[in-house]
């Protein structure tokens, strides 16, 4: 087995959230391996700076501003893609917001808002992805969870942990439904990687970064960069047997006991 089989020369690729963060760090990873990329966000000064920055690598850089909670925004996003590459290899599902607020207390729009987003456009998105690349026998997805599918965060993220407990079972289903046709799902799942909003928590409440801390054995926060490799890994020939896994990215979070202790643990 060579490093060929990670090469994603002659393919294209198609990654949500891409002015910033994972988005970002996803479509650099895809596009330094060789694909051409459809570059997507809502925030349109932040893709083309995006598509600026990736222009040294003489790919095929398109970017398209969308809202991936507007169905008709995506409808618009996959006409352009149509157009542009007129097929599809890898989709790297990302963009997505949640909102913070207590069970007894948030509002049941808010929640239709955050299932819209995460959920129901995250689907949407799979579908376009997923019929074209059932007519061409092969391609493979992520969806970008969270550890809020596992297990439970408190502090106000009901619903956005409803939603990333749905798109888990969506990323099994549509693998089940998909992989015998050729077509790989898969779903990574963070778990305290510094992105504007975490940045905005620690600035209001500096605590939660020791909160933070303490469940994170590897001592340290993530950095969006550091899906690069398992973003290319996914995407890529090198992991063609690998389908309906969902994959921590969390610095040892998942695996640590709420009750256990590691070394330089703040507080210990």
């Excluded at 969870?145 to 888990?168: D, E, F, K």
């Amino acid at each position: 087995m060579g490093l060929e089989m990670f090469d994603l020369t002659g393919r294209v690729a198609m990654v949500s959230g891409a002015a910033s963060g994972m988005g970002k760090a996803m479509a650099t990873a895809v596009a330094e391996a060789g694909a051409d990329v459809l570059l997507v966000d809502f925030n349109k000064e932040g893709v083309e700076r995006t598509a600026r920055e990736l222009g040294y690598l003489g790919r095929k850089i398109v970017t398209a501003v969308c809202d991936v909670s507007d169905l008709e925004s995506i409808d618009k996003l996959w006409q352009t893609l149509d157009k542009e590459y007129g097929r599809i290899d890898f989709l790297g599902n990302v963009a997505g917001n949640g909102a913070i607020g207590k069970p007894e207390e948030i509002e049941i729009d808010t929640i239709k808002q955050v299932l819209q987003n995460l959920v129901v456009g995250r689907f949407y998105m799979c579908q376009q992805a997923g019929k074209r690349m059932l007519r061409q026998g092969k391609g493979s997805i992520v969806n970008i969870g969270s550890l809020a599918s596992m297990n439970a965060l408190g502090r106000g993220h009901i619903a956005y942990s409803m939603s990333m407990g749905a798109v888990i079972q969506m990323t099994r289903e549509l693998s089940t439904e998909w992989s015998s046709r050729g077509v790989r799902v898969n779903a990574i799942l963070p778990g305290q990687v510094m992105n504007p909003g975490m940045e905005k928590r620690i600035a209001d409440d500096p605590k939660i970064k020791e909160t933070w801390l303490r469940g994170l054995p590897i001592g340290r926060l993530g950095q969006p960069d550091e899906i690069k490799g398992l973003a290319v890994l996914l995407a890529s020939d090198a992991s063609s047997f690998i389908t309906g896994a969902l994959i921590p990215f969390d610095g040892g979070n998942l695996a640590k006991n709420a009750g256990g202790s590691h070394p330089g643990m703040p507080g210990n």
